[in-house]
């Protein structure tokens, strides 16, 4: 079986990118309230679409693509290089009041994630009301409930996540 078809299993729904609500009761420069986190996005931005510029070449291949939502722009690049996506993103941001997320939608299911503290790391549960947002440094692991695959997201920053579901996991990105 090829690799980008192996990749492809594992993913349950492409990414978006999820634009929610963020209104806390208290302390809106640094809270996020659990009805927030949880409810529906008012406004998703795809992974792809109509690519603007197409580069490829045997190793890999990257592709541009430019979204508006909510007054906001989004330039992604994906580059798609053996069983590795990388998913950059420049975002004009002008949407008040919102929390951006990139969600991964995954058939891995597991009640827990392992999240990366720099220097150890920790296992946390899907999100309930007292433990919803938690930080982590450079990666998180979904892995499957059997062990046998799953899916390790990376970053070059520290960002909060969160795992509402047994197969999702989000990445909070503004």
């Known amino acids: 079986q090829a690799r980008g078809e192996r990749l492809l299993e594992l993913l349950s729904?492409?990414?978006?990118?999820?634009?929610?609500?963020?209104?806390?009761?208290?302390?809106?420069?640094w809270e996020i309230d659990w009805d927030d986190i949880m409810a529906e996005p008012y406004a998703v931005v795809p992974l792809g679409g109509?690519?603007?510029?197409?580069?490829?070449?045997?190793?890999?291949?990257?592709?541009?693509?430019?979204?508006?939502?909510?007054?906001?722009?989004?330039?992604?690049?994906?580059t798609v290089a053996g069983d590795r996506i990388d998913w950059d993103l420049d975002i004009d941001w002008a949407t008040k009041a919102t929390l951006l997320k990139a969600a991964f939608f995954t058939t891995a299911r597991d009640t827990a994630?392992?999240?990366?503290?720099?220097?150890?790391?920790?296992?946390?549960?899907?999100?309930?009301?007292?433990?919803?947002?938690?930080?982590?440094?450079?990666?998180?692991d979904l892995t499957d409930s059997s062990g046998e695959f799953g899916l390790t997201l990376m970053n070059d920053s520290r960002y909060g996540w969160d795992h509402p579901d047994e197969g999702t996991l989000r990445l909070t990105l503004l």
């Open 113 to 140: 994630v392992t999240y990366d503290l720099g220097l150890g790391a920790i296992r946390r549960g899907v999100n309930r009301p007292l433990l919803y947002e938690v930080p982590a440094q450079r990666w998180a």
């Open 50 to 78: 109509v690519p603007e510029t197409v580069e490829a070449d045997p190793l890999r291949a990257r592709l541009t693509f430019t979204h508006e939502a909510a007054g906001s722009v989004f330039r992604q690049t994906l």
């Open 13 to 29: 729904a492409p990414p978006l990118l999820q634009m929610l609500k963020n209104d806390p009761k208290r302390w809106s420069a």
